[in-house]
């Protein structure tokens, strides 16, 4: 299994590290082929990780991980190309945050719409499964650290299979016990809207390195 990853920030690298940890060829892709942070990342993980373009990671992927910010998103995934797109599972890590009047941030969409629907809305081929946006990055990749791993994930997304596919990488790849389905892209605008709560929560708590656990 190849992985493609849209982006080269913290995100990116945490989830692309951990691919490779696993023993699957990963690319990382951004806007410029010499990207200085790809160069990098590629350079710590020798044996699996190339890096180029959005185009040429998308392309190189059997499953892509979208990691930019969410206020450039549908333009990372435009410049991935349609073609290179086609018709795999785009995991859609990123979040609509709006820095513009400085922080905390809000949500530049919310209520009746979000950033995953209107991903599937530009490119209605792509599977996309909204899943690890409430969580911290290195909460992503290492659930066990926190918690003794007793916490959450949410997945959401139109496709049953795509889903599928995501939730056994999280539990069996990344180490996540509970996995919930929230059903269709639509849930996403719960899991970005929880975004202003988990910001507070940081705040409150003085680490990123949380997360919430469902009772029941």
């Not at 930019?68 to 859609?92: C, H, M, P």
Request: hydrophobic share 40%; charged share 20%.
């Amino acid at each position: 299994m190849r992985f493609g990853i849209l982006g080269t920030g913290s995100v990116g690298q945490a989830i692309g590290s951990k691919l490779c940890s696993l023993g699957y060829d990963v690319r990382m892709g951004a806007r410029s082929a010499s990207n200085e942070k790809a160069a990098a990342w590629a350079k710590r993980n020798p044996d699996k990780a190339t890096f180029g373009t959005y185009a040429d990671a998308a392309a190189f992927g059997e499953i892509l991980f979208h990691c930019t910010q969410g206020a450039s998103a549908i333009e990372a995934l435009r410049a991935a190309g349609e073609g290179n797109l086609g018709n795999k599972v785009l995991v859609d890590v990123s979040n609509p945050l709006d820095f513009s009047k400085g922080g905390p941030p809000t949500l530049f969409v919310s209520n009746t719409d979000s950033l995953g629907e209107q991903i599937q809305r530009a490119f209605p081929q792509v599977r996309v499964v909204k899943a690890l946006n409430t969580v911290t990055a290195e909460v992503m990749v290492n659930p066990s650290g926190i918690g003794e791993g007793e916490h959450a994930v949410f997945v959401c997304g139109n496709d049953t299979t795509a889903k599928a596919q995501v939730t056994s990488l999280l539990s069996e790849g990344f180490g996540w016990r509970q996995v919930l389905d929230l059903g269709d892209i639509s849930s996403a605008r719960g899991t970005e809207s929880y975004l202003l709560l988990w910001l507070r929560l940081w705040g409150a708590l003085g680490t990123p390195n949380f997360n919430v656990r469902i009772v029941r």
